[in-house]
């Protein structure tokens, strides 16, 4: 097996690395929280300037067209200094489904002006108490087009989204559709995550929306609806596999330097069986999750690895962060000290689209599934 990169991935990699460790630093990090929006336009711009918004998109969307697998790398990037920019939701949410589902008009209306960094994109996926693979939010034909009811929560970005991509339960399937934020029936609400991240409640009371921003419907949504949480689950677990890295990294950096009864704390038996489980699990979390974004990226069944890189991130990545935190003592606490973030930022994330029981759960019904 091969597990390295191509000349092409490891210039996508220096490239994100470069921008987000220059522009992600901590005191612009702690400015931007001081926001209301806590978005880094700056950030968004660069990104867009250096054409990684558009990194696996298709050059016809004004994409690079290099793949998933480039997403993923920039999404790992993102995580490893828990930048202030909605990546994930902008451009595998919400970029991702309309370019594989929607037809030319919807990709240059959405797809292009967020590659070019002019708008953000989100999906909305989540309800309360309610599983993203069986939305309850109806879709019912009006005319030529559709009337959506129904109200959504934890939608990431939501609050300073241009275009949401919804999910909603039709007759005979599941449909996935465009929504702008400020079209009537629709009212969005600001919900603070732990991550300090803004996201939006968003409540759909009798929205219109034409032909013109219908995705897919019916029988064929639940597959369209399967392929889109699979890529942003997979994209999730890279951006963990980032933050775990990292902590990880100022975990060693910090027990090499700290000195207790006239040695690094490093040195001692406790600390270093922590540290090397937490460096299993950081490793664990980052090659399930890149064997899903492979198999997703090369068109492969990925419903088991998805599960499985999901669990790791959610159950692992906590292990990680606890750890770093407790070796760090005091200085874990210390919201000065950029450590925290990537705590917040992993739980944060170990929620998104279900936690480590769902993934399990999930995982179950496909071994339940399979032949004897």
């Known amino acids: 097996m091969d597990f390295s990169f191509t000349e092409e991935q490891e210039a996508v990699r220096e490239l994100a690395a470069r921008i987000f460790s220059d522009l992600a630093t901590p005191e612009?990090?702690?400015?931007?929280?001081?926001?209301?929006?806590?978005?880094?336009?700056?950030?968004?711009?660069?990104?867009?300037a250096a054409g990684l918004l558009g990194i696996w998109l298709p050059e016809a969307v004004g994409g690079s067209g290099l793949?998933?697998?480039?997403?993923?790398?920039?999404?790992?990037?993102?995580?490893?200094?828990?930048?202030?920019?909605?990546?994930?939701?902008?451009a595998v949410l919400g970029a991702g489904p309309i370019v594989e589902?929607?037809?030319?008009?919807?990709?240059?209306?959405?797809?292009?002006?967020?590659?070019?960094?002019?708008?953000?994109?989100?999906?909305?996926?989540?309800?309360?108490?309610?599983?993203?693979?069986?939305?309850?939010?109806?879709a019912?034909?009006?005319?030529?087009?559709?009337?959506?009811?129904?109200?959504?929560?934890?939608?990431?970005?939501?609050?300073?989204?241009?275009g949401v991509v919804v999910s909603a339960r039709t007759d005979d399937g599941i449909g996935?559709?465009?929504?702008?934020?400020?079209?009537?029936?629709?009212?969005?609400?600001?919900?603070?995550?732990t991550s300090r991240q803004i996201e939006?409640?968003?409540?759909?009371?009798?929205?219109?929306?034409?032909?013109?921003?219908?995705?897919?419907?019916?029988?064929?949504?639940?597959?369209?609806?399967?392929?889109?949480?699979?890529?942003?689950?997979?994209a999730l677990c890279l951006c963990v596999a980032g933050a775990c890295d990292a902590a990880v990294k100022l975990t060693a950096q910090y027990t090499t330097t700290r000195e207790q009864f006239g040695k690094p704390i490093a040195t001692f038996?406790?600390?270093?069986?922590?540290?090397?489980?937490?460096?299993?699990?950081?490793?664990?979390?980052?090659?399930?999750?890149?064997?899903?974004?492979?198999?997703?990226?090369?068109?492969?069944?990925?419903?088991?690895?998805?599960?499985?890189?999901?669990?790791?991130?959610?159950?692992g990545g906590q292990r990680v962060v606890h750890a770093a935190q407790h070796l760090h003592g005091g200085m874990g606490v210390d919201r000065d000290y950029p450590l925290h973030r990537y705590y917040l930022l992993t739980k944060h994330l170990a929620l998104t689209l279900g936690g480590a029981t769902t993934s399990l759960l999930r995982l179950g019904d496909v071994l339940a599934s399979e032949p004897a």
């Open 28 to 48: 612009r990090l702690k400015e931007v929280e001081a926001t209301d929006e806590r978005f880094d336009a700056k950030l968004w711009s660069e990104l867009a």
């Open 140 to 162: 019912t034909r009006q005319g030529d087009g559709w009337r959506l009811d129904g109200t959504k929560s934890f939608v990431p970005a939501g609050m300073i989204a241009h």
């Open 67 to 90: 793949g998933f697998v480039a997403a993923g790398i920039v999404a790992e990037e993102a995580g490893r200094v828990a930048a202030a920019v909605p990546y994930i939701a902008s």
């Open 269 to 315: 038996q406790a600390v270093g069986q922590r540290a090397a489980d937490a460096y299993i699990d950081a490793e664990a979390v980052r090659l399930t999750a890149w064997q899903a974004v492979w198999r997703l990226a090369e068109g492969l069944l990925a419903t088991s690895e998805v599960a499985v890189a999901k669990y790791w991130a959610d159950e």
């Open 101 to 138: 589902f929607g037809d030319d008009e919807q990709q240059r209306r959405w797809v292009s002006p967020m590659v070019a960094g002019d708008l953000v994109l989100t999906a909305a996926l989540v309800e309360q108490g309610g599983d993203p693979f069986s939305p309850h939010t109806t």
């Open 176 to 193: 996935l559709f465009i929504v702008d934020p400020g079209a009537s029936g629709v009212s969005r609400q600001g919900q603070e995550a």
């Open 200 to 234: 939006a409640e968003l409540e759909l009371s009798g929205v219109v929306v034409g032909p013109g921003d219908v995705l897919v419907t019916g029988p064929a949504g639940v597959d369209a609806l399967r392929w889109l949480l699979e890529h942003a689950e997979a």
